[in-house]
């Protein structure tokens, strides 16, 4: 377990810009120590825990990229057509070392080692072959179609940088490079939990003024999403002995621990009383809509985070911040995709000095531009506003209005884990 000084998410400003908070935790927070060694197989997802340079060339040859035949380029006539003869045949795998000699071609095969001698490959389709003969046209550049030994990555070159979230892809470049095994960070373990007397489990039925806890699942989902094992720390009511009792034992297991309601100000939100208590508590006013309440403290070492109580509310703090402390505790190297530009087919007005996250979906009109249309519901509450839309227009903080047809900044949620 990573853990914290009791005043790492110390604040001294009034209203919290996200670059600061995300500024703070990088500077202030450690990651988890613990490494492990992990075959290819499992290793999608995992962040990587050290530098991976090249132990060999790749590819390790010079080679075909495509099916044809191998020449050398200064018996080629630039004006017209050479013939020339075609005295050996290299498959892909063959081992045998070929050559060709001064005005001889070779037959060969995507991925077959290049003989001595040749340095240009035409590609079977633009060429003729007659009686054992190939007739060639002008016109091709020294080297079309040849792999160099090296080109792809170098022996000795950096491949993969430490702090990488593991990809298909990056696997696919460790096992061309002969490894078969990888050091990646351990998981983090996060306890999630959710707070509320209003709170019905869900199957549970409704009395007047209750409802059924939905972000305790999102949460775990959206943590799941980020590579973390998750605990399910369960549903409380605004009882502050329990809930101390919870987060407390929660600390005791976990890398990190995330509440969702009770964080504000008022007389029954229980939830900031009970850490201010049981450990060191920082609250955070970001300057974002929806979502500002976030409370940051520490437990016995373990880093907590309180999310407001508002579906949305949550969804948009957990993907401005909570992401990047899971990175940051995770050993990962992350930072928020950049917002894609697309033109508004909508007008908003917004106060200066926050960032307001504009939930839209886009749309392909028929003369193939997109456009971002705004959900017809704000309300941090309401949950279809997230399932109806695919991301969010973010707004900055300098910008009072839009306009349609005015180009914004649009984020995916798909890109957002």
């Known amino acids: ?89 290299i498959a892909a795998g063959d081992r045998a070392p070929h050559k060709i000699g001064p005005g001889e071609s070779a037959r060969i095969f995507t991925g077959a080692v290049m003989p001595a001698g040749a340095d240009t490959v035409f590609m079977q389709e633009d060429v003729r072959e007659e009686a054992g003969r190939l007739i060639l046209p002008p016109g091709l550049k020294l080297g079309a179609n040849r792999r160099l030994a090296g080109e792809d990555i170098a022996a000795g070159a950096p491949a993969l940088a430490a702090g990488l979230r593991l990809q298909p892809q990056h696997i696919a470049l460790a096992s061309a490079l002969g490894l078969t095994e990888l050091k990646v960070r351990r998981r983090l373990r996060v306890a999630v939990l959710s707070t509320g007397d209003e709170l019905v489990a869900p199957g549970q039925p409704l009395a007047p003024g209750t409802l059924h806890d939905s972000n305790r699942v999102m949460m775990a989902a959206m943590l799941r999403r980020a590579g973390c094992e998750v605990t399910d720390a369960g549903m409380h009511r605004d009882e502050p002995e329990s809930l101390a009792n919870a987060i407390l034992k929660a600390a005791a297991g976990h890398d990190l621990i995330i509440s969702s309601g009770g964080v504000s100000t008022g007389e029954e939100d229980h939830t900031r009383k009970v850490v201010e208590r049981v450990g060191t508590l920082v609250q955070w006013r970001l300057a974002i809509k929806p979502g500002r309440p976030v409370a940051m403290a520490v437990v016995d070492g373990t880093p907590f985070v309180g999310l407001p109580g508002n579906p949305v509310a949550v969804f948009v703090t957990f993907v401005n911040v909570v992401r990047a402390l899971v990175a940051r505790l995770g050993g990962e190297t992350w930072a928020p995709p950049p917002p894609v530009p697309v033109r508004s087919a909508f007008p908003y007005r917004k106060k200066t000095g926050r960032r307001e996250f504009v939930r839209v979906a886009l749309v392909r009109n028929a003369d193939g531009s997109v456009e971002a249309h705004k959900h017809p519901r704000e309300g941090a509450g309401v949950i279809t506003s997230l399932t109806e839309s695919t991301g969010f227009v973010e707004l900055s903080e300098p910008v009072t209005s839009v306009a349609v047809g005015d180009v914004v900044g649009y984020r995916s949620y798909e890109e957002m884990f």
């Open 1 to 89: 377990m990573a853990q914290l000084s009791n005043d790492c998410f110390a604040f001294g400003g009034e209203l919290m810009p996200i670059e600061a908070g995300l500024a703070l935790i990088g500077e202030r927070v450690q990651p988890v120590a613990e490494i492990e060694t992990v075959s290819l197989f499992e290793a999608d997802g995992r962040v990587l825990a050290e530098d991976i340079i090249a132990p060999l060339d790749l590819p390790g040859f010079d080679n075909s990229a495509v099916d044809g035949w191998a020449v050398r380029h200064a018996d080629l006539s630039p004006d017209g057509e050479t013939v020339l003869p075609v005295v050996t045949r």
